[in-house]
């Protein structure tokens, strides 16, 4: 898949962005700010679960999957979350299987990485000194899913950080397993 990177247009709409290029790589339109207000995103950003997204399809307490699902109704593709607390070598074989397959039929993965100051691994660019939650999209891969290959909306003026974060990169699975640990993606 050819990337679809979208700069978020504000410091917080990393989930509207990482939405409306997910979509953007299945050949649906949709705003970031259409998607924001479908996520219900704050100025806190947008919630890995605990909130029912502002569409009228079958609402799960995960936003992200529920409006990508509301946006596919008339599609036989569904997205699913998958949180986990730490990437074992299962959840980690698990989401190289996941990525790659989805991949391979056209169909971008979403993470939420989670990056502390203490984090092992951070997404490129991303400051090491502060703890960010951040959506993103990955849409590409190589070495049979040992690598994939991601666009991150912080490549964006409106973030204050944004200037270091190239628009896509390449990170091994095992480490964008372990950023996504205590959240997770969708697939």
């Given at each position: 898949m050819a990337g679809k990177q979208q700069d978020q247009i504000t410091s917080y709409y990393c989930g509207p962005a990482a939405v409306s290029?997910?979509?953007?790589?299945?050949?649906?339109s949709a705003s970031q700010s259409t998607v924001a207000t479908q996520l219900r995103t704050t100025g806190d950003g947008t919630a890995w679960s605990g909130v029912n997204a502002n569409?009228?399809?079958?609402?799960?307490?995960?936003?992200?999957p529920d409006v990508l699902n509301y946006h596919l109704r008339n599609s036989s593709l569904r997205y699913?979350?998958?949180?986990y607390g730490s990437a074992t070598s299962t959840v980690i074989a698990n989401f190289k299987t996941r990525a790659v397959a989805d991949i391979s039929a056209a169909d971008p993965v979403i993470g939420d990485a989670w990056e502390t100051s203490s984090s092992a691994y951070?997404?490129?660019?991303?400051?090491?000194d502060r703890t960010i939650f951040h959506w993103y999209t990955m849409f590409?891969?190589?070495?049979?899913?040992?690598?994939?290959t991601y666009e991150d909306s912080a490549h964006?003026?409106?973030?204050?950080?944004?200037?270091?974060?190239?628009?896509?990169?390449?990170?091994?699975?095992?480490k964008?397993?372990?950023i996504?640990?205590?959240?997770?993606?969708?697939?």
């Open positions: 290029e997910a979509l953007a790589h299945l050949g649906i569409v009228s399809t079958a609402k799960t307490g995960y936003p992200v699913y979350p998958v949180g951070h997404l490129v660019g991303h400051p090491r590409g891969y190589s070495s049979s899913g040992s690598s994939i964006s003026s409106q973030v204050s950080w944004g200037s270091g974060v190239p628009e896509y990169s390449t990170l091994a699975a095992t964008l397993a372990t996504n640990a205590g959240r997770g993606y969708v697939w």
